[in-house]
């Protein structure tokens, strides 16, 4: 307690009344507000005794500033008579009591118990909202377990009456919480498909009220959620004397967690019988190098005895250094082993060399195991793949070679030696088909054959085995010949046989005078040397084709030489002569038809011209050199009876081209326009992505005409000789570019010249 004021003598009698009355109780005496503000500061003061009169202020203020601090603690008043009025205004502003101090010894023991009783009613107050607080709390922790989302949880009397239930498990049975509250929780839907389930619950119930925490598992079989598994426990709750007054069952869904459990047994047995059937040696080892696990494989490929379980703890390093004898460096192979194992670093597919002429390869992995770090080793032979690589790679050179050869009886002689070199096929033939003979003749074979055959047969339609093999386009391995109706000599030393097609070029025969002699490692190969033959072939005959054409192309260019020259001499002598003869006659007399023989003349001269130049337009360009496009326009431009037509060159192009030839393309389409579009016609030339354009806005070309119109002769008007845009396509394509016609912006014609290399 703390008083505060007045003349200490009253507040002295009180600390002394409550000191002789309650050993409890501590009593500090201040003098004014000020100081006692400051032991309020220090804490640990229950209650506040003041006089209404202090130094610099009075108990009004001060009790304002105390209960903006400390709203509950009590604050008691000793007044004078005259102080009675101030003193109710106080306990209207929060003060808990007041006393007078003219009463005497009996005052001094009102004013003490008032205080005792104070402080007692806030200490009380205190403890009954710590209480509060503390059900609170285990209301809360009770609810969240009660209301697990993930727990099946239900309240039991000790008789086993369903006293509260929570959602999670009323939400596996289609009932609602009234119908299962105050029922034997036996009796409940949960149990309803099975007699023997729900009497275990109640025999459960019954050990959990005897006090006995009892541990379950039921599998479930209900309508509305299907087959389900809890796990769980009941637990009894016992009075303050031990005695079991209710009981809590708990369990949870653990069906996904059992399914998992199966899941990883049958895991572990797959993965234990894949251990067992891999192509590959794999050795365990724990952190001391000893075995952990190694399989068939591995024990075949190091020629181990006995079952491999019976190497289960045996020394690495020993097995290591045993197995070491078997390969081409027995020291090098012991020395990689420990190094891999004591630097712990992965290595994939290290290639081993063994004394017998076998390939393995290594792989090493450091692994984590629950006692510590261990080591897997993987081996695989890899002889046959070897094998296999260096035939593919041989396979290769010899493509080069086939691809080089000029005629079909080359690519045939390359075929049966890479067969019997390179795939292992000593009596092998190829047999190309022969219109004129109507079937599969031999174009090149082996002294293997020569030794097995004398002459090699002519496979027909229905007479043998190759030719079945042929019209199929199959390949085909005849294990035993002897016991096939089809083959073509029923006494044939031979075997066994693989038949390869060439595509409609012909087959590869491959025979053994042993059975079963061809697997399926021989057949791959040879489909790919088969494949590659049929490319050679290919090649062959196309550049036969192209020979001929060009021999053709040869020919037809002479005698368009000889036209030229023709054209050139013997006809345009004479129409010289014809014009001239013309001109003489027109100056003597005035005759119309005179006028329409010049025209003709003309229109000769003008055709022999035109004939020339597409003689010359099927030569390739050699000449080539950079042309600014803008100035050959110009040139071309003024070299054209235009008239009053504009042109807009819209380019600062340079291509490389035949400068004379090019100049002609623009001559002849700047004529076109003009000729078709009339002397006000408006041209353009503009550029492509790869080329160029030629527009006007005339009338254009008929979408069904835009090929036409390239063609040697065609022609819309009387007076032209059609030859114009033939020329053109003519000296596009010398210069490997390509022209087309289209439709321009104004709806006129449009020249586009694409493939034009640029500078």
């Known amino acids: 307690m703390l008083c505060v004021g007045g003349d200490g003598g009253f507040a002295k009698r009180v600390a002394e009344f409550l000191r002789r009355e309650y050993d409890d109780t501590t009593v500090e005496t201040v003098a004014g507000a000020e100081e006692a503000w400051e032991r309020l500061d220090a804490g640990g003061t229950d209650c506040i005794v003041s006089a209404f009169e202090l130094p610099a202020t009075d108990a009004l203020a001060f009790l304002e500033r105390v209960r903006e601090a400390h709203p509950e603690l009590p604050f008691l008043l000793f007044a004078e008579e005259h102080d009675e009025g101030a003193a109710t205004e106080a306990l209207a502003a929060g003060a808990t009591d007041y006393v007078r101090t003219d009463r005497g010894a009996d005052g001094e023991a009102l004013l003490g118990n008032r205080v005792r009783n104070a402080v007692e009613r806030r200490r009380a107050r205190r403890r009954a909202e710590r209480s509060d607080r503390r059900l609170d709390r285990i209301e809360r922790r009770y609810g969240a377990i009660f209301n697990d989302p993930n727990i099946l949880v239900g309240l039991l009397d000790a008789d086993g009456t369903v006293l509260d239930i929570n959602d999670t498990a009323l939400g596996y049975v289609e009932a609602d919480r009234e119908a299962v509250v105050d029922a034997p929780f036996h009796e409940g839907p949960w149990f309803s498909e099975s007699a023997e389930t729900a009497a275990n619950v109640r025999s459960w119930v019954e050990r959990a009220a005897a006090g006995e925490y009892v541990e379950f598992a039921i599998d479930h079989d209900l309508p509305s959620v299907g087959v389900y598994r809890t796990e769980g426990v009941f637990r009894p709750v016992t009075d303050g004397d031990g005695e079991v007054v209710s009981i809590i069952v708990s369990a949870r869904d653990t069906t996904e967690q059992r399914e998992h459990e ?25 952190g001391d190098r000893n075995v952990l696990a190694l399989n068939e494989r591995f024990a075949d490929l190091f020629g181990l005895d006995g079952d491999p379980e019976t190497y289960v703890g045996a020394d690495c390093p020993s097995l290591a250094g045993e197995a070491a004898a078997q390969f081409d460096d027995p020291a090098a192979f012991t020395a990689g082993v420990e190094r891999l194992a004591d630097r712990r670093e992965p290595v994939t597919d290290e290639e081993l060399s063994l004394a017998d002429g076998r390939t393995f390869q290594r792989s090493y992995r450091p692994i984590e195991l629950a006692d510590g770090r261990g080591h897997l080793w993987v081996y695989r032979e890899t002889t046959a793949e070897s094998r296999r690589e260096a035939r593919l790679a041989a396979l290769n050179e010899t493509t080069r070679d086939l691809m080089a050869a000029t005629d079909r009886d080359e690519v045939a002689t390359i075929g049966v030696e890479a067969a019997a070199e390179v795939l292992g096929l000593e009596a092998n033939a190829i047999h190309l088909y022969d219109d004129e003979v109507g079937g599969l003749v031999a174009a090149a074979r082996t002294d293997g054959v020569r030794e097995i055959v004398s002459e090699p047969p002519v496979f027909r339609p229905g007479n043998s085995i190759a030719w079945a093999v042929y019209e199929a386009g199959e390949p085909r391995v005849v294990d035993d010949v002897q016991g096939n109706p089809k083959r073509q000599n029923p006494e044939t030393p031979i075997r066994s046989e693989l038949f390869v097609p060439i595509d409609e070029y012909g087959i590869l025969v491959a025979g053994s005078t042993a059975a079963n002699d ?69 100056e003597e007399t005035d005759n119309d038809h005179l006028a329409a023989a010049e025209r003709a003349l003309d229109r000769m001269d003008a055709l022999l011209d035109d004939v020339l130049t597409l003689a010359r337009n099927g030569e390739r360009v050699s000449d080539l050199e950079a042309v600014e496009l803008a100035a050959l326009c110009e040139t071309a431009w003024n070299n054209v009876e235009t008239g009053t037509a504009t042109l807009a060159v819209e380019t600062d192009r340079t291509v490389r081209a035949d400068a004379s030839r090019l100049q002609q393309v623009f001559e002849n389409l700047f004529r076109n326009s003009v000729d078709h579009a009339g002397e006000e016609v408006a041209v353009t030339v503009g550029d492509l992505p790869d080329g160029f354009y030629v527009a006007d806005d005339g009338p254009g070309i008929p979408a069904e005409k835009r090929e036409e119109v390239f063609d040697a002769g065609y022609s819309t008007r009387t007076e032209g000789t059609g030859f114009g845009l033939s020329i053109v396509r003519g000296i596009v394509e010398a210069h490997g570019w390509r022209v087309e016609a289209s439709e321009s912006e104004a709806g006129g014609a449009r020249f586009e010249v694409t493939g034009v290399e640029t500078v």
């Open 518 to 586: 061809f697997d399926d490692g021989d057949l791959v190969l040879a489909e790919i040397l088969a494949r590659t033959l049929a490319a050679a072939f290919e090649q062959v005959d196309r550049g036969a084709q192209l020979r001929a054409r060009e021999a053709e192309l040869e020919r037809q260019n002479e005698r368009l030489a000889e036209f030229a020259g023709v054209i050139s001499h013997d006809l345009r002598n004479p129409l010289g002569v014809a014009k001239g003869r013309v001109e003489l006659a027109v």
């Open 262 to 286: 199966r899941e990883l047994e049958r895991t572990n047995a797959l993965l234990s019988t894949l251990f067992e059937t891999l192509p590959v040696g794999v050795l365990a080892e724990d």
